[in-house]
Nanobody
Framework: QVQLVESGGGAVQAGGSLRLSCAAS????????MGWYRQAPGKQRELVAT???????NYADSMKGRFTISRDNAKNTMYLQMNSLKPEDTAVYYC???????????????WGQGTQVTVSS
């Protein structure tokens, strides 16, 4: 059983910062790409950022320069440092990870339950 648990969400004022964490646990052989998506009320889920096992990153244009994604492979944990937050960043943030549960097994996407981020003006 594989589980992803997000933490670090909350309420901040515009211009503030938050750091989200996503910890993967359970029967894990390897983790490939990890990433963050977000979904605001009434909107579709959108990509925030991804990070490969080797550390290469990809960001949505609106997050570049404000958000930083990182990971600790030894801890199976990923982070999202969010600075200069705006009210439009208000959303539920979900983490995902491509995980293989044993050697030679295929990779599957696993998702966390989401953590709420609310930015007030």
């Amino acid at each position: 059983q594989v589980q992803l648990v997000e933490s670090g969400g909350g309420a901040v004022q515009a211009g503030g910062s938050l750091r989200l964490s996503c910890a993967a646990s359970g029967s894990i052989f390897s983790i490939n790409v990890m990433g963050w998506y977000r979904q605001a009320p009434g909107k579709q889920r959108e990509l925030v950022a991804t990070i490969a096992r080797g550390g290469s990153t990809n960001y949505a244009d609106s997050m570049k320069g404000r958000f930083t994604i990182s990971r600790d492979n030894a801890k199976n944990t990923m982070y999202l440092q969010m600075n200069s937050l705006k009210p439009e960043d208000t959303a539920v943030y979900y983490c995902y990870a491509q995980i293989s549960v044993r050697e030679y097994a295929p990779m599957y996407n696993y998702w966390g339950q989401g953590t709420q981020v609310t930015v007030s003006s």
